[in-house]
C-alpha cells in the first residue's frame, strides 16, 4: 500500500482493530486492549509502512537513542511478543506481522484510514456519546539538567504525535560490563502543567498514588512520600537526591489534566550517572486514571526488571474505572494533614462524598476508616465513635479488593488497640507487609508492636528498614524514642529525644519524649519545660498534659496537678476525655482507688490508651505492685 498525501489519519482500522495513533490505544470492537510503551511504538512504526519492511536497526534508531545502554536484543524480542500478543497474532502464522529472518518485519493486513474530522465537525460530534476525547496539547515538564532535554520526535507517523523516547532495559553503563541492577527508586513530586493552581492537590495524589502502587513490589524498594515530597520545586541535580535517599534510579514527570484527560511524562534516570533509562508519555480519560497509574507502575517494574508475584502482575494489569468526582474528591482527602483534628474531619466529608459517587471505590473507604483510627487515637472522638466505623469502612473495602494492604495494616492496628486480640494484629500486620513490603507506615507501626511484645532487636530492625525506605521522614527520630519507651530505655530516649528536637522543634512529640526520657531518668524538673512546650504545640493534646500534671505531683505541685484534673471534669461536659489519662493523674496523686476506677472505665470502653501504654508508662510504677493491676493484665490477655 503506498503512502499517500495529504492529511494524516487520526485513527487506522485493520480486522477487528482499530489504532488511535493520538490518543495511543489500540482498541478491539471498540474496548480498548493493554498496549503501551515499546510494542506500541513498534506498532505505529510498522503502521506507517505497510507492506514494507522495517529492520531492527530501524527500530534501534526510533526506539534506542544512540545515547543509551540497552539490551537491544531482548527489548526489541519482548516488545515483538508483546505486540503479538495484544494483537492475537502468530509468528509461525502471521496474519499482522511477518517475520523476516536476519531482516526485520512488516506489516501485511489491510488498513483502512480515516482522516481527521475539521475542528468544526470535531466540536459537533463532541457532544455525542461514541465522540473520540480531545486529546492533550503536546506539553512535558522540562528536566531540570540541561544534559536531559525532552526531544519531541518528528511527526514520522501518520498524525502528528510525542513519541516517548523509550528505553526497554538498562544492559550496561560502560563498555561490556553487565548493568547495575535497579533495586531502589524515588518517584519525586510531579510537576502540574495545568493553568489551574488548584490541581496541585490532584496532580501530589498522582504522585502518592503512584509511590503506593510502586512499593506492592517485594523486590523493589520505594522510597516514601514523605521523604520525596521534601524535593517538591527543589532544583537539585538527580545524583545528589540519588545519595540523599540512597537509591539506584530517580523518576520525575508531569501531569497534565485538560477536561476529561490526563496525561503523564515520565522520565526515569540512573542516579549515579545522570543516564536516561525511560522517557514514557500516558494518556487516558480521567475515568481511567487508575489505569494509567498502574500502566506507569508496570512500565517501570519492566525497566528495572522487578520480580513480580502473579498477583502483583495480575494487578497491575487490571483496569480499574473510578467515578471522576470521586476521585477528585478522595485526592483532596488525603492532601490533608492527619494530624490535625479540623482536616481530619474535613477529610471524612470529602470521602463520604467519595463514596457516594462512586460506592465501588475501594481506597476511600480505606482512607476513611484511617481518618477514624487517627480521630480516635488522638482523642477527639471516643472508641465506641471511631472505631466501630472504621472496621466498618475496613470490611467494605476488603470486600472490594481483599488484597489491599493498608486495609489489612489497619485491622491490625484495630486488633492490637481496640480488640485486644494479639494473634490477629500479628497475622494481619504480616499480610499486610507481604502484599506491600516497601509501605514505610506499615512497617512504622509494626516496628511499635513489635516493641510493645517486648521484641525489641526486631523492633529496631523495623525501624531500620523505615529509615531505608523513608530516610528523610520527620518522624524517624520519634520512632526511636517510641521503642525506647516501650523497652523503658530512658537513656536512649534522652538521646533520640534532642536528636528529634534539633531536627523539628516545632513538632510536639519531639518535646514529649524528650521530657518522659528526663522524667525517666531521674531529671523530673527538667521534663517540665518539654511537657509545656508539648501541650503548647499540640494545642492541649491529653497525653503531654497528664505527663506534665505527673512531673508536678512528682516535684511537690500536687495543686497544680488537680488544676489539670479540673479543667478535664469540665472539658468532658462538651467533648471526650480518655479515662486513662484521668487514670494516671489519680495514681501521680496517690489516689489509687480512683486510678482504678478510671482504669476500669477504660477497660470497658476499650480505650486504645490502655494497650498501648499500660506496661511502660512510668506514670503508673505506683500501682504495678497492687493486685488489681495484674488482675487487669490478665483480664486483657496481655502477652508476656
Not at 493520538?22 to 505505529?44: D, I, M, S
Not at 535517599?245 to 485538560?258: P, T
Request: with cysteine; net charge neutral; aromatic share 10%.
Amino acid at each position: 500500500m503506498a503512502r499517500e498525501n495529504g492529511p494524516r489519519p487520526r485513527i487506522l482500522r485493520f480486522a477487528t482493530l482499530e489504532v488511535d495513533l493520538q490518543a495511543r490505544e489500540l482498541r478491539k470492537n471498540g474496548l480498548k486492549l493493554k498496549l503501551h510503551g515499546q510494542p506500541f511504538e513498534v506498532l505505529a512504526m510498522l503502521l506507517e509502512r505497510p507492506g514494507e519492511v522495517v529492520n531492527r536497526e530501524q527500530l534501534r534508531e526510533r526506539l534506542w537513542p544512540t545515547d543509551t545502554f540497552v539490551d537491544f536484543d531482548h527489548g526489541v524480542n519482548t516488545a515483538i511478543n508483546r505486540l503479538r500478543e495484544a494483537l492475537g497474532d502468530s509468528a509461525d502464522n502471521p496474519r499482522f506481522i511477518e517475520t523476516l529472518p536476519r531482516r526485520g518485519y512488516r506489516f501485511i493486513a489491510p488498513i483502512e484510514s480515516i482522516p481527521p474530522v475539521s475542528a468544526v465537525t470535531a466540536a459537533a460530534s463532541s457532544a455525542t456519546p461514541q465522540a473520540q476525547p480531545t486529546p492533550l496539547p503536546e506539553a512535558d515538564v522540562q528536566p531540570r539538567h540541561g544534559k536531559r532535554l525532552v526531544w519531541i520526535l518528528p511527526a514520522v507517523l501518520l498524525f502528528g504525535v510525542l513519541v516517548a523516547a523509550n528505553v526497554g532495559r538498562f544492559q550496561r553503563l560502560f563498555g561490556e560490563q553487565p548493568r547495575t541492577p535497579i533495586q531502589s527508586i524515588a518517584v519525586l513530586p510531579l510537576v502540574n502543567l495545568s493553568a489551574d493552581p488548584q490541581q496541585e492537590h490532584f496532580t501530589d495524589g498522582m504522585t502518592e498514588e503512584l509511590i503506593g502502587e510502586l512499593s506492592r513490589i517485594g523486590s523493589l524498594r520505594v522510597i516514601s512520600r514523605t521523604s520525596v515530597m521534601q524535593y517538591k520545586g527543589e532544583k537539585k541535580p538527580l545524583p545528589q537526591i540519588g545519595r540523599e535517599l540512597n537509591v539506584d534510579a530517580v523518576m520525575e514527570g508531569s501531569v497534565l489534566r485538560s477536561g476529561n484527560r490526563v496525561r503523564i511524562v515520565a522520565h526515569m534516570i540512573y542516579a549515579p550517572t545522570d543516564q536516561n533509562l525511560m522517557t514514557e508519555t500516558y494518556e487516558r480519560d480521567f475515568g481511567d486514571v487508575l489505569t494509567l497509574q498502574r500502566e506507569v507502575a508496570e512500565s517501570i517494574a519492566e525497566r528495572v526488571r522487578a520480580k513480580l508475584t502473579p498477583e502483583q502482575q495480575l494487578r497491575l494489569e487490571q483496569a480499574v474505572e473510578v467515578n471522576p468526582e470521586a476521585y477528585e474528591a478522595y485526592l483532596m482527602a488525603i492532601s490533608l494533614d492527619w494530624s490535625r483534628q479540623q482536616q481530619n474531619k474535613k477529610a471524612q466529608s470529602y470521602l463520604e462524598k467519595a463514596i457516594q459517587k462512586d460506592p465501588g471505590f475501594a481506597p476511600a473507604y480505606v482512607e476513611l476508616a484511617w481518618r477514624y483510627l487517627d480521630l480516635g487515637q488522638f482523642r477527639w472522638l471516643s472508641p465506641r465513635e471511631a472505631y466501630p466505623p472504621a472496621k466498618q469502612a475496613l470490611r467494605k473495602a476488603l470486600e472490594l479488593d481483599e488484597k489491599n494492604c493498608r486495609a489489612h495494616f489497619q485491622l491490625a492496628w484495630l486488633a492490637w488497640r481496640y480488640d485486644w486480640d494479639w494473634p490477629t494484629a500479628e497475622t494481619e500486620f504480616k499480610h499486610a507487609l507481604e502484599l506491600c513490603p516497601s509501605d514505610a507506615r506499615i512497617h512504622w507501626e509494626h516496628a511499635y508492636y513489635t516493641a510493645w511484645s517486648g521484641r525489641g532487636a526486631e523492633a529496631l530492625a523495623e525501624i531500620g528498614k523505615t529509615r531505608e525506605l523513608d530516610p528523610l521522614m520527620p518522624f524517624l527520630l520519634g520512632g526511636e524514642a517510641l521503642i525506647n519507651y516501650q523497652l523503658r530505655n530512658y537513656t536512649a530516649m534522652i538521646d533520640a529525644g534532642r536528636r528529634f528536637v534539633s531536627s523539628d522543634a516545632n513538632y510536639w512529640v519531639a518535646h514529649f519524649f524528650l521530657g518522659v526520657g528526663y522524667e525517666g531518668s531521674g531529671r523530673t524538673r527538667d521534663s517540665i519545660p518539654e511537657y509545656q512546650k508539648a501541650i503548647e504545640l499540640s494545642e492541649g493534646d491529653q497525653d503531654p498534659t497528664a505527663a506534665l500534671a505527673h512531673a508536678y505531683a512528682a516535684t511537690g505541685g500536687k495543686e497544680e496537678a488537680k488544676k489539670i484534673l479540673r479543667e478535664w471534669q469540665h472539658q468532658s461536659e462538651s467533648s471526650y476525655v480518655s479515662p486513662y489519662m484521668i487514670a494516671t493523674v489519680y495514681a501521680s496523686l496517690g489516689e489509687k482507688d480512683k486510678a482504678f476506677a478510671y482504669l476500669e472505665k477504660a477497660y470497658q470502653e476499650r480505650s486504645s490508651d490502655l494497650p498501648y501504654f499500660l506496661k511502660a508508662d512510668l506514670r503508673l510504677d505506683s500501682l504495678r505492685s497492687d493486685p488489681r493491676f495484674q488482675d487487669l493484665l490478665r483480664r486483657m490477655n496481655f502477652p508476656q
